[in-house]
């Protein structure tokens, strides 16, 4: 079955800096990959996700980019803000098979300091 | 825009006892996920519902069992309690199951003592 691992475990950060995480899996045949927000207490919250068939996506500070080939992914995280701190997962799944489970990484908690 | 709602959001329970969480997806939503998360780790898929079927299965365990009703809210009910249950337990659901998004709801957490 499909694995997904997830690095840095915690990262912090100054205000105003870049983040950056990154995902490896391990089958050839996900082709969706979403990233998932956690605050305490609260429910994962999708912030983007990216489908094979694109290499890189963007929304305003948020952009996410992936390698078929190398089978990563990656989360990056311009200008952080203190609200920005949160847990992250990302995750990986198949798409239009019926078993559209999300394998979930181990997540990364990422703290940014004013 | 309505979301997910999970109840209750808190239980207690004693070890050996029953719980039912329930699960209702966004409006015309008609598939479910169930997940499990463990403290300091990432949820675990459970079981999933398309059209009030069983779609897949995962490392559920056979004390639980769960089903989506006709009006597509779902009921994961739990049964032999054990103190290892204690987790939170989300329900995430998808316009239909050719849809790859899931939206995830703020979740039950179940505290077995």
């Known amino acids: 079955g499909e694995n997904v691992e997830q690095h840095p475990s915690t990262l912090s950060v100054q205000e105003g800096d870049s983040a950056v995480i990154k995902c490896t899996y391990s089958d050839s045949a996900s082709n969706y990959f979403p990233w998932y927000k956690q605050e305490l207490g609260k429910g994962p919250q999708l912030i983007i996700d990216?489908?094979?068939?694109?290499g890189e996506k963007k929304d305003q500070r948020i952009a996410v980019t992936l390698n078929k080939t190398a089978k990563h992914f990656s989360l990056h995280i311009t200008e952080t803000q203190p609200e920005d701190s949160a847990v992250y997962f990302c995750a990986a799944s198949l798409m239009n098979t019926g078993f559209q489970k999300l394998v979930f990484g181990t997540g990364t908690r990422l703290l940014v300091s004013p | 825009a309505a979301g997910v709602i999970q109840s209750p959001r808190h239980l207690i329970k004693e070890k050996r006892e029953t719980a039912t969480l329930k699960c209702y997806p966004i409006?015309?939503?008609?598939?479910v996920y169930w997940y499990q998360q463990g403290p300091g780790q990432d949820p675990q898929f459970l079981i999933s519902f398309y059209e009030k079927m069983q779609s897949d299965k995962g490392s559920i365990p056979d004390r639980f069992s769960a089903q989506q009703f006709s009006d597509y809210h779902s009921e994961l009910n739990m049964s032999s309690l054990e103190l290892g249950d204690s987790a939170l337990y989300f329900c995430?659901?998808?316009?239909?199951?050719?849809?790859?998004?899931?939206?995830f709801g703020p979740g039950t957490r179940l505290t077995v003592l």
């Open positions: 990216i489908r094979s068939n694109v």
């Open positions: 995430a659901s998808s316009p239909d199951r050719s849809t790859d998004t899931q939206y």
């Open positions: 409006p015309r939503h008609d598939t």
